[in-house]
């Protein structure tokens, strides 16, 4: 997961002062210093540490905090707000134009994930926007680079324009406006032309496409793994054609972090959209309030939330409610529970997002496998419909059956039926425990 040890390390020093009744100026500078040494290592930008530390210190130190109840609560908040305040304060929208289309350059280095962001962001907003978004294949220079956007462009049924690569980009850009405007596409999604380097030549035709196009919004896409040189990146691109936004991709992998928590202060430019993967949903808006409370271990469950009810049945979701409370679940909707949650993303994702879950010592290295998972629904398949219905008739020659049938061991068998039993047990026990609290007043 991005920012793995510098989550670990913010929370083991914040560990330290949660718990106290008094903080002392010392407990906070001792605090400060760790923090400090914990975003130099995660690569972020010298200067912005140093502005950082001291503004969390002075606030930590001063007003009322080291005599508030929870002095260590407080501090964390304070650190929390400034994290947020670093990655830009609050959620940067997309541009729309009210003269559609509203147009986007999307700029960038090769291989940063500029053509995959340009697919995500059209599949985006056509999906949770409504729009209908046209693709254009400026980069006429590199070979395949028309043909990917094409292959994208099949794939999500979104059209693309292009016109071969002996036109150039400038003229491609503005006859693709043109077509945008006579078939009533809102979003000119414009993929320009990559470089390994910044060259003048490259921001020239950057600079030319922008002065046609006059674009509501200039992306810049870069690679999260690359850490400062993404910054720097953002910052030359930035004093060339003042961008309006920053895609950063890659945020699924093991990157430091540097890049996200450095971008927004270094060169001004908000971070619009995370990209969390290489499949075409794998883009998400970038909120700095949630990113920072990641970072602290204190979950996000914003995320989460609107993850499930995206993808979640609410009918089925209330159905299962229900069974559970009457402890009436069966292996049938355990199999259609499973489903459910793998639907809205890999389960190691998921965990991450929950709080406090990142901490917990056993599972942080834990490795959900999806092959495991598998086996699970192997098992459950080869069960026959009275069995998922009534799982204590299944008897030892049954269980031998099932195992058989999936592919599996008794011993696996036995242990997902005992698992079963024990999450069966333990509903009917929260069931009574919430049923006499209700009675109590205790719950609403
Ligand atoms: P371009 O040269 O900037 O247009 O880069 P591409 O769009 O061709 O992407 C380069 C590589 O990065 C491809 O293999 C993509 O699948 C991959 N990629 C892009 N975005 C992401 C992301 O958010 N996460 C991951 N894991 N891979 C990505």
């Given amino acids: 997961m991005a920012?793995?040890?510098?989550?670990?390390?913010?929370?083991?020093?914040?560990?330290?002062?949660?718990?106290?009744?008094?903080?002392?100026?010392?407990?906070?500078?001792k605090a400060m210093r760790e923090v400090r040494l914990a975003l130099l290592e995660a690569d972020v930008n010298f200067k912005v540490v140093k502005d950082f530390v001291n503004r969390v210190k002075e606030r930590a130190i001063g007003q009322d905090v080291l005599k508030s109840l929870t002095p260590g609560q407080h501090v964390i908040k304070v650190v929390n707000d400034e994290l947020t305040e670093l990655m830009g304060g609050?959620?940067?929208?997309?541009?729309?134009?009210?003269?559609?289309?509203?147009?986007?350059?999307?700029?960038?280095?090769q291989g940063a994930g500029k053509t995959t962001t340009t697919g995500k962001l059209a599949n985006y907003l056509r999906g949770k926007q409504n729009r209908k978004p046209l693709l254009v294949a400026c980069d006429v220079y590199r070979p395949a680079a028309i043909k990917q956007l094409q292959v994208l462009g099949n794939q999500l049924d979104i059209p693309v324009f292009e016109m071969g690569n002996q036109t150039s980009p400038v003229e491609i850009a503005r006859a693709a406006i043109e077509h945008a405007k006579e078939q009533h596409l809102d979003y000119v999604l414009i993929d320009t032309a990559g470089r390994l380097h910044i060259d003048?030549?490259?921001?020239?035709?950057?600079?030319?496409?922008?002065?046609?196009?006059?674009?509501?919004?200039?992306?810049?896409?870069?690679?999260?793994?690359?850490?400062?040189?993404?910054?720097?990146?953002?910052?030359?691109?930035?004093?060339?054609?003042?961008l309006t936004g920053v895609v950063l991709t890659k945020l699924d992998g093991d990157t430091k972090g540097g890049a996200a928590l450095s971008v927004k202060a270094v060169t001004g430019t908000p971070i619009k959209f995370a990209g969390m993967g290489e499949k075409m949903d794998a883009l998400e808006p970038f909120y700095?309030?949630?990113?920072?409370?990641?970072?602290?271990?204190?979950?996000?469950?914003?995320?989460?939330?609107?993850?499930?009810q995206v993808d979640v049945d609410v009918e089925k979701a209330k159905e299962l409610e229900r069974k559970m409370?009457?402890?009436?679940?069966?292996?049938?909707?355990?199999?259609e529970q499973m489903a459910q949650v793998r639907k809205m993303g890999p389960l190691d994702e998921l965990l991450n997002m929950m709080p406090g879950m990142n901490k917990m010592k056993g599972l942080k290295d834990v490795k959900i496998d999806d092959g495991a998972i598998g086996r699970v629904e192997a098992i459950i398949r080869s069960m026959t419909i009275v069995?998922?219905?009534?799982?204590?008739?299944?008897?030892?020659?049954?269980?031998?059956?099932?195992?058989?049938?999936?592919?599996?061991?008794?011993?696996?068998?036995?242990?997902?039926?005992?698992?079963?039993?024990?999450?069966?047990?333990?509903?009917?026990?929260?069931?009574?425990?919430t049923d006499k609290a209700k009675k109590k007043g205790g719950f609403k």
């Fill in 200 to 242: 003048e030549a490259l921001m020239g035709e950057l600079q030319e496409i922008k002065a046609i196009t006059k674009p509501n919004e200039i992306l810049l896409v870069v690679d999260a793994m690359t850490g400062q040189d993404a910054v720097n990146v953002a910052e030359s691109f930035n004093n060339q054609l003042e």
């Fill in 325 to 335: 409370r009457n402890a009436e679940f069966t292996f049938e909707d355990f199999l």
């Fill in 288 to 308: 700095p309030e949630r990113m920072a409370s990641r970072i602290l271990g204190m979950g996000d469950v914003l995320t989460l939330i609107e993850k499930a």
């Fill in 3 to 29: 920012f793995e040890s510098l989550a670990s390390r913010l929370q083991s020093t914040f560990d330290k002062l949660r718990g106290k009744g008094k903080v002392s100026e010392e407990d906070v500078t």
């Fill in 90 to 109: 609050g959620q940067s929208k997309l541009a729309v134009s009210n003269r559609p289309p509203t147009v986007v350059m999307m700029v960038g280095l």
């Fill in 387 to 433: 069995e998922k219905q009534q799982p204590e008739l299944i008897n030892s020659s049954r269980r031998k059956r099932i195992a058989k049938g999936s592919g599996t061991t008794i011993q696996e068998v036995n242990r997902l039926i005992k698992q079963f039993d024990d999450m069966r047990k333990m509903m009917k026990q929260f069931t009574k425990m």
